[in-house]
């Protein structure tokens, strides 16, 4: 597709408004003054001087950006042509804005940022996940009642999975997997037998016998890898967060509540993604999973990529393809079809386009709740227990996520991961069990608990 062609139509450049200045807003707005159709001069944050200093940061001198407080220094500051820092995004709402980047990661915030857009008849695009998983299809339904669009965002692993799941789809491929490579690469050097991944070096004396696949069992290949790298983290809770997203919007589903999650280098891809039965690691196809990128150091990476795994339907024509480099199973039976990158909010443009331009999301028109991400105990916790998400990953600790079939809430039932976040226990929850909605203590006033509720009220009308 040639997108210049495809955005022609725009009378106008997008105005947009980033909530959250982390890494996600602040590449987005750092990009969009090189962007012809956006413009970013809106940045709101918890605090206006943290808005602030990712203006700064992206190269503002003072006299072109000013912190504002009221909706009314907001407006006059927008009249001066000058960039806005504020700490409540009530106060930027009031601007001839187009769409709003809710970017913050944090679920309670991000539910209020999404309704209060919406409200004022804007688009959102939703890179923050614990909102999406939690309510990413009920703020999609009331956006739609007012014209509007809410999307995931390309530069994150969602919307290029979605993206890419489609595209296969559309060309008649018959998708056996698709999924993403983690964030972080397993390094191995093999000189010096360590194996390196986000900043960790573990020594791994060894590990070279579990170089290569060959002809071995890719099941014992992955409990041995995983045994030997047992010091490293292989479970992230993002990783299943995000494609809870992907299968609101592909019904595609996991094909086990934490994931297989192998340790596996890019052209094992689609020997390891396939059933069983083909010599793989999944009970049934069309499932989605993650793979830690296994590489020397020397080697390309997927960078956080996506792909799918396709069966391969004409011998010849994958025989061709084969000669020119596409990567294919040992018994060249399935392949793998990638897209090594996500570029944070460098390529977030896409989707902020499609938005205002086309009305289209990135995701599905009309996604449907078909995954949950909840928690359960790996230790006993107890009453008053503050359930505190924490750290790049945004984990609990005490706690592990798992993928279960979306279903409306109830007290006995599990609570979403990201509902449960920041809560107070009120009641102890048993090493080994879910956490369960009338464990957690939220209050009356959660947006995000409101909004799930008129989600479910929504797509799951036979509960009420």
């Given at each position: 597709m040639?997108l ?14 980033v ?28 605090e ?17 950006f000013a ?33 709003l980047?809710e970017?913050t990661?944090?679920p309670?915030a991000?539910?209020?940022h ?12 939703l ?10 299809p009920?703020?999609a339904?009331?956006?739609?009642q007012?014209?509007r ?26 998708i ?24 960790r070096r573990i020594?791994a ?5 579990f170089?290569t ?8 290949l992955?409990?041995a890898r ?16 995000e494609l809870?997203?992907?299968a ?12 297989h ?19 793989g690691?999944?009970?049934?196809p ?10 020397a150091?020397e ?5 956080g ?17 084969d ?5 294919l199973?040992r ?23 499609d938005a ?5 999301s990135?995701?599905?028109q009309?996604p449907q709740?078909?995954?949950?991400l ?13 359930l505190e ?22 007290d ?5 991961f990201?509902?449960?976040a ?20 939220i ?5 995000l608990l ?15």
């Open positions: 040639n210049l062609t495809h955005y022609a139509g725009a009378q106008r450049p997008v105005e947009t408004c909530v959250g200045s982390g890494g996600f807003g602040r590449s987005f707005l750092a990009q969009a003054p090189r962007i012809p159709l956006v413009n970013c001069r809106v940045a709101v944050d918890r206006a001087g943290i808005a602030a200093d990712a203006l700064r940061s992206i190269g503002l001198s003072p006299d072109q912190v504002c407080e009221t909706p009314e220094q907001a407006a006059a500051a927008w009249q001066r042509g000058q960039h806005i820092a504020a700490g409540d995004v009530s106060v930027v709402l009031g601007l001839p804005l187009d769409l980047i970017a990661g944090h309670e991000g539910a209020r999404a309704r209060l857009a919406i409200e004022a008849g804007l688009h959102v695009a890179t923050s996940k614990e909102v999406d998983s939690v309510i990413g009920g703020l339904h009331l956006a739609r007012k014209g669009v809410v999307t995931p965002v390309d530069g994150d692993q969602p919307s290029l999975l979605i993206g890419l799941v489609t595209w296969a789809q559309t060309l008649g491929l018959e056996v997997s698709a999924g993403k490579s983690s964030e972080y690469d397993f390094v191995f050097d093999a000189k010096a037998e360590t194996l390196d991944s986000n900043g020594p004396p060894g590990f070279g016998k170089w696949l060959g002809d071995g069992d890719v099941a014992a992955a409990r995983a045994e030997a790298c047992a010091a490293l983290p292989q479970r992230a809770v993002p990783d299943l967060c809870l997203v992907v609101n919007s592909t019904g595609l589903v996991a094909d086990r509540a934490d994931l999650a192998p340790i596996a280098r890019i052209t094992e891809v689609p020997t390891a993604f396939v059933p069983r039965e083909a010599g690691l999944l009970s049934r069309g499932t989605l999973d993650v793979f830690h990128c296994l590489r150091p080697e390309v990476s997927l960078a990529g996506v792909f799918v795994v396709v069966r391969c339907e004409d011998e010849e024509t994958w025989r061709l393809l000669g020119k480099g596409h990567v199973s018994d060249k039976k399935h392949a793998m079809l990638s897209i090594p990158r996500h570029l944070l909010g460098l390529e977030a443009a896409t989707s902020v386009l205002v331009i086309h009305g289209r990135s995701g599905a009309q709740p078909v995954l949950d909840v928690a359960r105990a790996s230790q006993t916790l107890k009453a008053g227990t503050r998400m924490g750290g790049h990953h945004h984990t609990i600790a005490g706690t592990v996520a798992e993928l279960v079939p979306a279903a409306p809430l109830g006995d039932a599990p609570v979403p990201y509902l449960a920041n809560r107070v226990l009120a009641r102890d929850v048993a090493a080994g069990q879910p956490i369960r909605l009338a464990d957690v203590a209050d009356a006033g959660s947006e409101a909004l799930r509720r008129i989600q479910d009220a929504h797509f799951f009308p036979q509960a009420r």
